[in-house]
């Protein structure tokens, strides 16, 4: 057997009193704060693939939307939503927003963000991020946004999500990475969400303290959800997504007993 290659540390410095790792790990090179928060994480040899299970979840949204035109992310980290859509959709115009200076500069010089015309990076809250733009429609909006205290107070409200709601595109989906450990406001968004979309449904991502919900404008998710076994097959090579599995998730824990039932049987 190979020996595994021990980890090195790629990065380190101080932001705001946290301490900001880079860290490799075999062929993971991995973002942390405060010395033992995973951020995020990216293969060195396939930059592209989604290395952390929540952000596979985050994009159970290619279920509903295809194909993808224009994305906005806010919430950038170190990049993995955007080189997965990239790679996947070139032509797909990415709006990618960060508070941060630090995290947009280490995105770029350690984590791969493409270098293309079609991916825009702007430093801002995403509240100013709207008040600049007002007639580009997405169709899909992709929302990570953590500071050091958690779910950042000024995205994961209902005011953001109203100007979310009013930048989708008529069958746009709203993709949202939340954690499991705040549950005031984890109920508090699940109900902000439902009194601003149509259709609104949440994912456990197992094994993990993610909890990933999602929301429709106009489109019906439980309705758009079904899908055959041979269908979800193909778009899990596609992407390198276990579809199947999140389906199955998403069915456990958004449908009543005899609509599983009526699933089994049908």
Same mark, same amino acid.
């Given at each position: $057997?190979? &020996?595994?290659?021990? *980890? #090195?540390? /790629?990065?380190?410095? !101080?932001?705001?009193?946290?301490?900001?790792?880079?860290?490799?790990?075999?062929? &993971?090179?991995?973002?942390?704060?405060?010395? &033992?928060?995973?951020?995020?994480?990216?293969?060195?040899?396939?930059?592209?693939?989604?290395?952390?299970?929540?952000?596979?979840? $985050? $994009?159970?949204?290619?279920?509903? /939307?295809?194909?993808?035109?224009?994305?906005?992310?806010?919430? /950038?980290?170190?990049?993995?939503?955007?080189?997965?859509?990239?790679?996947?959709?070139?032509?797909?115009?990415?709006?990618?927003?960060?508070?941060?200076?630090?995290?947009?500069?280490?995105?770029?010089?350690?984590?791969?963000?493409?270098?293309?015309?079609?991916?825009?990076?702007? !430093? !801002?809250?995403?509240? *100013?991020?709207?008040?600049?733009? #007002?007639?580009?429609?997405?169709?899909?909006?992709?929302?990570?946004?953590?500071?050091?205290?958690?779910?950042?107070?000024?995205?994961?409200?209902?005011?953001?999500?109203?100007?979310?709601?009013?930048?989708?595109? @008529? &069958?746009?989906?709203?993709?949202?990475?939340?954690?499991?450990?705040?549950?005031?406001?984890?109920?508090?968004?699940?109900?902000?969400? @439902?009194?601003?979309?149509?259709?609104?449904?949440?994912?456990?991502?197992?094994?993990?303290?993610?909890?990933?919900?999602?929301?429709?404008? *106009?489109?019906?998710? #439980?309705?758009?959800?079904?899908?055959?076994?041979? *269908?979800?097959?193909? $778009?899990?090579? @596609?992407?390198?997504?276990?579809?199947?599995?999140?389906?199955? /998730?998403?069915?456990?824990?958004?449908?009543?007993?005899? @609509?599983?039932?009526?699933?089994?049987?049908?």
């Amino acid at each position: $057997m190979m &020996n595994q290659l021990p *980890e #090195k540390t /790629v990065y380190r410095d !101080c932001w705001n009193k946290c301490r900001i790792e880079i860290i490799e790990d075999g062929d &993971n090179r991995c973002l942390y704060f405060g010395g &033992n928060v995973l951020q995020s994480a990216m293969s060195i040899s396939t930059p592209q693939r989604l290395v952390l299970s929540y952000t596979r979840y $985050m $994009m159970t949204t290619l279920l509903f /939307v295809r194909p993808l035109r224009r994305a906005l992310i806010v919430g /950038v980290g170190a990049g993995s939503l955007i080189r997965f859509i990239h790679h996947h959709y070139p032509d797909c115009i990415i709006d990618g927003v960060d508070f941060s200076a630090r995290i947009l500069k280490l995105a770029r010089g350690y984590f791969n963000l493409p270098n293309s015309d079609t991916v825009r990076l702007h !430093c !801002c809250d995403g509240q *100013e991020f709207f008040a600049d733009r #007002k007639n580009q429609d997405y169709d899909l909006i992709l929302i990570d946004a953590f500071d050091q205290g958690g779910m950042a107070p000024s995205i994961y409200c209902a005011d953001f999500f109203s100007q979310c709601g009013n930048h989708l595109q @008529e &069958n746009g989906i709203v993709s949202l990475n939340l954690w499991s450990g705040d549950t005031a406001r984890v109920n508090q968004v699940h109900s902000d969400l @439902e009194r601003h979309y149509n259709s609104c449904y949440i994912m456990p991502v197992p094994d993990r303290g993610n909890i990933v919900c999602l929301a429709a404008k *106009e489109s019906d998710l #439980k309705v758009t959800m079904e899908r055959d076994y041979t *269908e979800l097959a193909r $778009m899990s090579a @596609e992407f390198d997504i276990n579809f199947n599995e999140i389906s199955r /998730v998403f069915n456990r824990h958004n449908l009543g007993y005899r @609509e599983r039932l009526a699933r089994f049987f049908s």
